[in-house]
């Protein structure tokens, strides 16, 4: 088995290897033909393939050489918008040399710069418009300040398809020669939602875990406990047997080295499946989101497990 | 003359001191008949402790004993830096040239070993220990509080010597003697004020005296009415009274304007009293809730550095505890000293050997020192109360000291049937 | 498309072109006629006009060379009371020569300085009172100190009228060639308020997505919910189909790239407006408030959303 | 306009024009007369003299030249004892040369400083003492050891009378030709409390705002609200009419350029003035401060205040 | 005679000695065998040989003088990550002299550690790789930040079997000379669940009575152990004796040197223990929960545990 990322190894090189975003593709595929392109604002939720487009359009753009023409910061590393600025300067500077006139420099994650580095990455925007253009690249478009995102082309890059993201991960196992079940790959797709960067990963961290590919072996990998224990336990709780379900998250908190947080989410997501009655998923829906941001602010995690299992007890024997 | 008058008006001799033959007489004595025993030989206990609250004359007595006998005073007080390297220096060298050279005698004076402080002054007290187990001439040790445990050793080897505060009526005629040479025609029941405030500080009653009667020819009780309280508890107790009666929140909050501790300090004493004032439960729960909100709030406002929270706090620790009152019956119940404070005081020595223990199982069993309080002394207090044989053993393997062995036994004489059995030295 | 910002190109550039925020046009004016002045004290919210009316005096003032008397220093880009106060004598150091005795500095966000920084700024300002006016723009003038405001004029920049709002944004379209709708310019009054700035970057932004500029374009562009979509799922949750509007916030989440505290700041402008008991209101917006805080102090957005629709149908199903 | 402070201007210089405190300045006087005094500790609430009461015993002491007589070091400026300890023997090592026999030492938020620093001190005031008298200023004697206590007399200064506080805001209007309406200085009263410093500095600027200083020029100035229209607010709010308490909080917002923040405060000092029965007030400032922390922490402004108004109308519902 | 913390005594030696963990200790054992190890994430719960597995590594690597290349520290007993850095660049900057070229620093408790310390742990780290290989001890390896596990190896320890504790609980009961009933066994395994060290203390306190260790002795040391105070404490809450209450808190706190957060969790264990109606251990949990969650927002731990106290009293006298 070689060390490589497989999201590296099977990422899209061209604009042509991207088989979603269809309409953002085409929109990018004309700035290749016309040699020429706007300052671009990409936001989407992680794994939706917004790097991946900027580096194809780079690539498209450019040819093979294109690294001498592309740059890529991470806004939310780089302490300090001064540093931004420095090493912005630096490669806007000299123009590009070639059939395309300007390079191309991408941020990444500009949602996390501060309004006031922002306000700075305008003017510098400003600046270099000649000689360089803009790809922003971020989570939600409303955290971007709004003279950058005037003058910017917006590209909102939606969860991919179910169906694609499964396609896409069989692809690669069958490539890789990894055995997946049925259940392994909707435990991957329950997990990772439309993050085919997180999806991905997880297929390849199961792999590497030897063996076949099933749903324990990704619930493990990423560090979750299975659905069906979380439900047992909760179902412990709520038939009123207290003492096993507290037992239960222990196990789940010490054994399988669960964080907190995580038994929130998934104890969360578990009760809306859950065939209980309504009334019963509306009060616990309301104690699992304060037990939540009780743990997030560092408080105790088992004692606020259990507090919310004591919960599930009462509300359970209403039943 | 400029000098303010408490070194204008310094006594010249042991006997124009305030309480030299009454008050602090016996102390006095005391001190006078230990630097004495050095006329015939080193004596026993090679240096002598003088501690007692300020003001009273600790210092003014061995300064003048030294003048009226003719000693040279060597001295360091805490506006010196006092490392072990420079008491080793300082005191060090002065206690070996003993009276065989020169012709004066010598008295090593440590003033305010209160204020010898860890970081700036480190190792000082232990350099001080060596200096006295070395000396050939009289060291003397001033503190106001000799029973910090940081002394334990200091104490063991010195003169222990106590000098109290002032009764009014011996700090009154003194007063009245600093008038008289100030030309300054005063009243009895203004002096009485003034020497009643200083709660028995002569140094502080001197102060308040210069402050009120400098440059007046008559001193009237009205001319030091306006003088403000010094301390103390007196104006606690009224700041509490106003809170635990007020009927409207404004009414509680004016208190806390009124109140000179500092509003961390007055929850203390709120926290304290709230169970002893409001005895009804259900009152009592709303004031503790109140008070839980508030503890909160003041320490968001030092987390987040938010000040304007504290505005909330007082709300809540003042109308809020002065409205929990519903079912409570008004009735005089007095005030309580905060006792989590007196604790902390009186466990701190408890505590540091606490912190010992779990350092040395820490060490031997690859624990945390708050996992070897939690995870390992509980046994270790049972095995230590139950069987000597055995807790010697662990006692010798932890090579704990007898101290260690009374925390885990909570029995004097327990521990020293163990630490016979180990071994340990006393 | 062009990469002006339509902000600057519609700037009015003379106090005779500003036609709003008439009183204190009319009181600049006079100190452009009697060629003094006091230092200035501009309070209001953003895009009510402050910097172009100080940008207007100048130039009316001074003329069209009006940079050469004129500097403009973003507080909060230039961290330290020591730049300020080096930029400063620099620049007002020398005397203005020509009709007007003094030069302007404009000191922009200056509500943004700390105190120690304005105890500083307060003594240039004595300094330099001979040869130089201070114009300190700010939100909030009560976040200036007050040995400052006890030395300037104020002047207190109202939000625009909608319909002044309107025409404006119109008046650009036109010159522009963007074809905008009745929603799309309702969309745009209802997202910026009396901003006008903001306005005007959302009119661009939105042209710049390509197509008619409606109300979808807009809240698109802006990154929020059609109000519309929010108002359906706060129904649904209040009549007690908890489960059914959880799938529609997973919905807005995913189609409109929300972030959670956008929604619960939509939810919160829905709810007043909805057509529901008062009572009910009130009990909404108290639970709003603490669902706003917990994600804002980094609890989990979805679990705490959920929260949110499970308490709507609680008090719901009080009604 | 002039640009000089009136604070400054009318700042006393010497006993004499000290009006306030007169036991204390008197005693201070004879200090004065008799070219001696003990070591002091000034006592008492911010703004009542303290400093200034030390500035001028040392002008009428030593005269114009009194600054080479005079130090004054701000102890929580000067971290760490032995800090402390060179500068003060620095200072107090040298005789005066002159009249009065000793320097004064002015150690301000003498109550900041460490145990430890002030254990140091304790003894270096006394070696000192024929050359320098120390004048420690603090808010809390308590906070400093008795050890010092003992070696100073205690002034404490009492909060300023409010007829005093009224009668030196007219004289400074009459001096500088201010009209000042009766409800101008009730509101510069209501809003600066004890705080002489703040309350010239309003009523500057209010003067500089132009025309008669009344209440609302003060408020406006100060950047508050009107206290009545606050407290019609909260009345609204308290009867159940959440949503027009709301349309009134929105127009404060705007009118009167409010921060949330400021309105918040204005809100949390209105409820505890205002005739609603007392439990409801520890109620409601509670609520306040929950709000208030937040604000601070980051959620939105507007969100919480709504939430702050919704509880306001739950718990005036229950009255 | 000689006698020593069973504990410790019995600790196996070598990797050798250990007889569980089998799957661990045969990969530490190719570390020792080449001479050659990644940096180690050590998980599971307490217990379960995680030191001892580090402290057999290094003796098998580097023989009995193994504390020359081998330094532990506890995370949680180091004030700032400035100590924690400090002592590490003392111990990692010198290179290990001998067969096996690089040092072992063993950190415990590493998931005490907050995100930031963590981060700048990472950064020393990647620092000393060269000459110091990390192991890192925690409970909850999902307290480890991303960064840091992606670096480690990881390796999980598991929950001891059942018979391998009775097995060990066993040989020590026969080496030490204690005759030891069917029982006493039980109850020790029923108690301790798989923490060896808890069980191995356990034997040694119940041995320590001088008769056969039975489950009566057992429990009379469990009993012992676990301060009884915490039950005393809220049964005289519960009858009304709240000021006694207090002073038991005050003990538990001072004398017994817990933290807050021990006392809140075995209240919270006790209260859901308790013989009270389902409703009130509900409230009492949540109010214990609230507890927690204060405490861990820095509230002081007494004053907020005496809350709860009053409550429990309240509570107690209503039922």
Known sequence: MSFEMWTEKYRPKTLDDMLDQ????????????????????????????????????????????????????N????????????????????????????????????????????????????????????????????????????????FRFMP?????????????????????????????????????????????????????????????VIGRAHPKEIREMIKLAISGNFVEAREKLRALLVNYGLSGLDVVRQIHSEILRMDIPERVKIELADATGEVDFRISQGADEEVQLSALLAKMAVVGGRM | MSVPW?????????????????????AIQQFIAWMRSWESGVPKKKAALI???????????????????????????????????????????ASQQSTLFGTGKRLILL????????????????????????????????????????????????????????????????????????????????????????????????????AAAQGRKKLTKEDVAWLAYRDRQEQIFNVLRLIFTAKTVRGAKMALSLSDVDYNM??????????????????????????????????????????????????????????AREKTKPKWVPFKFPERIKLMSKTKEVREVQSRLAQKIKQKCHISSASALRDVVPFLRVIFEENPEHAAGLAKWLRLDLDEIAFLTQNNKLAQEIAELAGVKK
């Not at chain 2, 061995?62 to 060597?74: K, M, N, P, Q, S």
């Not at chain 2, 709230?274 to 508030?294: I, N």
């Not at chain 2, 003041?298 to 109308?319: C, I, N, V």
Request: net charge negative; with cysteine.
């Open chain 1, 22 to 73: 269809e309409e953002i593709v085409s929109r990018l595929k004309t700035f290749v033909k016309t040699k020429t392109m706007p300052h671009c604002l990409f936001a989407g939720p992680p794994g939706t393939g917004k790097t991946t487009a900027a580096l194809c359009l780079a690539r498209d753009l450019y040819g093979e050489n294109y690294t001498e023409y592309f740059m890529e910061l």
């Open chain 2, 51 to 93: 501690y007692g609250p300020p003001g009273i004359g600790k210092t003014l007595l061995v300064e003048t004993f030294a003048r009226e006998h003719g000693y040279d005073l060597i001295e360091l007080n805490a506006s010196d830096q006092r490392s072990e390297s420079i008491i080793q220096r300082v005191v060090g060298a």
């Open chain 2, 266 to 323: 007055l929850f203390e004493w709120i926290y304290e009293n709230v169970p002893h004032q409001l005895t009804d439960l259900e009152d009592m729960y709303r004031a503790m809730e109140a008070l839980a909100k508030t503890d909160l709030y003041l320490k968001l406002a030092k987390r987040e550095q938010a000040w304007e929270l504290l505005s909330y706090a007082f709300d809540l620790m003042t109308g809020g505890v002065a409205l």
């Open chain 1, 160 to 220: 991919l398809q179910e169906e694609y993201c499964i396609k896409w991960i069989q692809m690669i196992a069958e490539k890789e020669g990894v055995s997946l079940t049925e259940e392994g790959i909707r435990a991957i797709i329950d997990v990772c939602g439309g993050d085919l960067r997180k999806a991905t990963n997880t297929l390849q961290a199961a792999a590497a875990f030897g063996g076949v590919v099933d749903d324990k072996a990704v619930y493990t």
């Open chain 1, 75 to 154: 806004a939310s590393d780089e302490r300090g918008i001064n540093v931004v600025r420095e090493r912005i300067k630096n490669f806007a500077r000299t123009r590009a040399i070639g059939e395309v006139p300007f390079k191309i420099m991408v941020l990444d994650e500009a949602d996390n710069m501060t309004a006031d580095a922002q306000q700075a990455l305008r003017r510098t925007m400003e600046r270099y418009t000649e000689t360089c253009r803009f790809i922003l690249i971020c989570n939600y478009s409303s955290k971007i300040i709004e003279p950058i995102q005037s003058r910017t082309a917006l």
């Open chain 2, 111 to 210: 003033d305010e070993i209160d204020g010898i402080t860890g970081k700036e002054d480190a190792g000082g007290l232990f350099a001080i220990l060596k200096a006295i187990k070395d000396t050939r001439i009289p060291i003397v040790l001033i503190a106001n509080d000799a029973w910090n445990p940081r002394f334990a050793a200091l104490r063991s080897v010195c003169e222990m010597i106590e000098m109290k505060r002032l009764p009014t009526r011996l700090i009154v005629p003194y007063l009245k003697k600093i008038c008289q040479k100030e030309g300054i025609e005063a009243s009895d029941d203004a002096l009485k004020l003034i020497a009643e405030r200083s709660a028995g500080d002569v140094r502080s009653a001197i102060n308040d005296l210069q």
């Open chain 2, 6 to 26: 408490t070194i204008k008006h310094k006594p010249k001799t042991i006997s124009e001191m305030v309480g030299s033959s009454n008050g602090n007489g016996k």
